[in-house]
T-cell receptor, first 113, second 111 residues
């Protein structure tokens, strides 16, 4: 069964460093998402991406964040200058159509020191 | 704003019993989705119910939706130890893309 994959599973970085989190969505899906979950808290929406552009973003997704679909398979989230409060589990998701199920990857645990 | 809120926050039952979790939300929705998460791992999609549907089944799962009360319930019948996990509801409103999440119900199935 096709699934969303994410790499790395765990990333440790120093405050102020740039990180790139990578995702490979399900191949025929058209809608792509990033969410994050700070330990013990709710899942929070960051951004959605459709037709090669951002379709919706939250207040969390400020100028330090960017997304890219550099080729037909990868979907990346870049944090330009990480802060301590960026430490969280980051989930990528994809969906076939708007208002359909969103299927999630296993997540990348980002630890900012 | 808080959209989905699950109730109870935690539930502990014996294996074989049924588990019921509830979710309430504030605004009109396009659909509501239930997810399972094991110990801080990935989010597994369980079931999607649309605003014009009242009930859906998938295996041992039964989901109901009452749009007049802005609430949904997830019933797991004949629970198993492997059902131990956190369960989240998440809603999508019309003209938005994002899932808005509740805080989850932590379900423990005692053998």
């Amino acid at each position: 069964e096709p699934e969303v994959t994410q790499t790395p599973s765990h990333q440790v970085t120093q405050m102020g460093q740039e990180v790139i989190l990578r995702c490979v969505p399900i191949s025929n899906h058209l809608y792509f998402y990033w969410y994050r979950q700070i330990l013990g808290q709710k899942v929070e929406f960051l951004v959605s991406f459709y037709n090669n552009e951002i379709s919706e973003k939250s207040e969390i997704f400020d100028d330090q964040f960017s997304v890219e679909r550099p080729d037909g398979s990868n979907f990346t989230l870049k944090i330009r200058s990480t802060k301590l409060e960026d430490s969280a589990m980051y989930f990528c998701a994809s969906g076939l159509a708007l208002y359909n199920e969103q299927f999630f990857g296993p997540g990348t645990r980002l630890t900012v020191l | 704003s808080q959209q989905g809120e699950e109730d109870p926050q935690a539930l502990s039952i014996q294996e074989g019993e049924n588990a019921t979790m509830n979710c309430s939300y504030k605004t009109s929705i396009n659909n509501l989705q239930w997810y399972r998460q094991n110990s801080g791992r990935g989010l597994v999609h369980l079931i999607l119910i649309r605003s014009n549907e009242r009930e859906k089944h998938s295996g041992r799962l039964r989901v109901t939706l009452d749009t007049s009360k802005k609430s949904s319930s997830l019933l797991i019948t004949a629970s198993r130890a492997a059902d131990t996990a956190s369960y989240f509801c998440a809603t999508v409103v019309d003209s938005n893309y994002q899932l808005i999440w509740g805080a989850g119900t932590k379900l423990i199935i005692k053998p």
